[in-house]
Nanobody, 125 residues
C-alpha cells in the first residue's frame, strides 16, 4: 500500500523560507516521477514542481526562481525548498506520485495517481 506523508503545518512571514518534506513508502521511490501541488482556499489545485526519475525538474511559472524540488532516493523523501515566500503562496501543499517516469512538463492534477494528505503553509505578517 502506497503511503504519502508530508511535514506538519508551517506558518512564516513574507520573505521567509520554508522547506517541505514528504515521505513516500509502499513503492520503489525512484521508479516514479513525484511532485508537489497546492490548493488555496476557493481555488483549483495546481502543480508547483515535479521531478522525473532522471532528475529532470518541472516548475510552474510562479515557482521558477523561488522554489526548488529535490529528492533523496535512499530515504524515500521528497523536498520542496521555498524562498522569498509571499502571501499568495499560502495554500495546502500536497505531495504527489504519478505512475510514470516523467511528468513530460505537464503538472496537471489528472496525471496524479497518489496524493498525500496535504500540509498547510501560511504566509502572513
Amino acid at each position: 500500500q502506497v503511503q504519502v506523508a508530508e511535514s506538519g503545518e508551517n506558518s512564516v512571514q513574507p520573505g521567509e523560507s520554508l522547506r517541505l518534506s514528504c515521505r513516500i513508502t509502499g513503492l520503489t521511490f525512484d521508479d516514479y516521477a513525484v511532485g508537489w501541488f497546492r490548493q488555496a482556499p476557493g481555488k483549483a489545485r495546481e502543480g508547483v514542481a515535479g521531478i522525473d526519475t532522471d532528475g529532470t525538474q518541472t516548475y510552474n511559472d510562479f515557482a521558477k526562481g523561488r522554489f526548488t524540488i529535490s529528492k533523496d532516493n535512499n530515504r524515500n523523501i521528497l523536498y520542496l525548498q521555498m524562498e522569498n515566500l509571499e502571501p499568495r503562496d499560502s495554500a495546502t501543499y500536497y505531495c504527489a506520485v504519478t505512475f510514470g517516469v516523467r511528468w513530460f512538463g505537464d503538472l496537471s492534477t489528472d496525471r496524479v495517481d497518489v496524493w498525500g494528505q496535504g500540509t498547510e503553509v501560511s504566509v502572513s505578517s
